[in-house]
T-cell receptor, first 109, second 113 residues
C-alpha cells in the first residue's frame, strides 16, 4: 500500500549505470556507519559498513565513502541492476543507532 | 543460510492490552536488537541486548517496554499496555559482534486499535 508520512527522495538510474546515494549524518562523535537496503515489505538488509577511522570501503559492487569533515556518507553502486531497486538508508552509531530517512532507488530498464 | 525469524507476522490488539513479540535470532549470535518502523517513517532503534542484559536503549524504550531472552533461542519484546502510537513494524536483529553486520528479521506488524 502507499506510505504516508515521510516523502522519500527518489533516485532514478538506467540499468547498468552507477548509482550514488548520499546521506548527511548528525553526530560528529559517531564512529560507526552502516548502509541498509530495504525492499518493500521486508526488513532492512545490511549492505556495507565503515568505521570512522576509514574514509572508504569497498564491497561487491558497492563502495561507501565517509567524509567526516562535512559529516557526509555516500553509497556507490556499480552497474546498477533491477534487483537494486529499493529504499536505501544510512545509520550512524554514536550513543545509539540513528537511522536516516532513506532514498528510494528506482532502476529503469 | 541462517536467518532471523519473527512471530507473529501480524498482531492486532486492543489499546491497553499487553503484547509479546517473538524473535529467534541466528543461533551463534550474541547481540540482539529491537527496532520499530512506523508506516512511512524511518527505522528507530529501541534496544540492544547482550549477555542477558540491556546494553543500550533509546528514549522510545520506556517503562512500557521490556525485553527478555527466556531460553537459549528466543528473544522477546513485551509492550505492557499498548497505545495507538505503538502501531508499527517491529524488527528484531542479531549480530555476532557488537553492532557489526546485523541481520534483520522480516518484522512483526503491530496494529493497535
Amino acid at each position: 500500500g502507499e506510505s504516508v508520512g515521510l516523502h522519500l527522495p527518489t533516485l532514478s538510474v538506467q540499468e547498468g549505470d552507477n548509482s550514488i546515494i548520499n546521506c548527511a549524518y548528525s553526530n560528529s562523535a559517531s564512529d560507526y556507519f552502516i548502509w541498509y537496503k530495504q525492499e518493500s515489505g521486508k526488513g532492512p538488509q545490511f549492505i556495507i559498513d565503515i568505521r570512522s577511522n576509514m574514509d572508504k570501503r569497498q564491497g561487491q559492487r558497492v563502495t561507501v565513502l565517509l567524509n567526516k569533515t562535512v559529516k557526509h556518507l555516500s553509497l556507490q553502486i556499480a552497474a546498477t541492476q533491477p534487483g537494486d531497486s529499493a529504499v536505501y538508508f544510512c545509520a550512524e552509531w554514536g550513543q545509539n543507532f540513528v537511522f536516516g530517512p532513506g532514498t528510494r532507488l528506482s532502476v529503469l530498464p | 543460510e541462517p536467518e532471523v525469524t519473527q512471530t507473529p507476522s501480524h498482531q492486532v490488539t486492543q489499546m491497553g492490552q499487553e503484547v509479546i513479540l517473538r524473535c529467534v535470532p541466528i543461533s551463534n549470535h550474541l547481540y540482539f536488537y529491537w527496532y520499530r518502523q512506523i508506516l512511512g517513517q524511518k527505522v528507530e532503534f529501541l534496544v540492544s541486548f547482550y549477555n542477558n542484559e540491556i546494553s543500550e536503549k533509546s528514549e522510545i524504550f520506556d517503562d512500557q517496554f521490556s525485553v527478555e531472552r527466556p531460553d537459549g533461542s528466543n528473544f522477546t519484546l513485551k509492550i505492557r499496555s499498548t497505545k495507538l502510537e505503538d502501531s508499527a513494524m517491529y524488527f528484531c536483529a542479531s549480530s555476532g559482534q557488537r553492532y557489526n553486520e546485523q541481520f534483520f528479521g522480516p518484522g512483526t506488524r503491530l496494529t493497535v486499535l
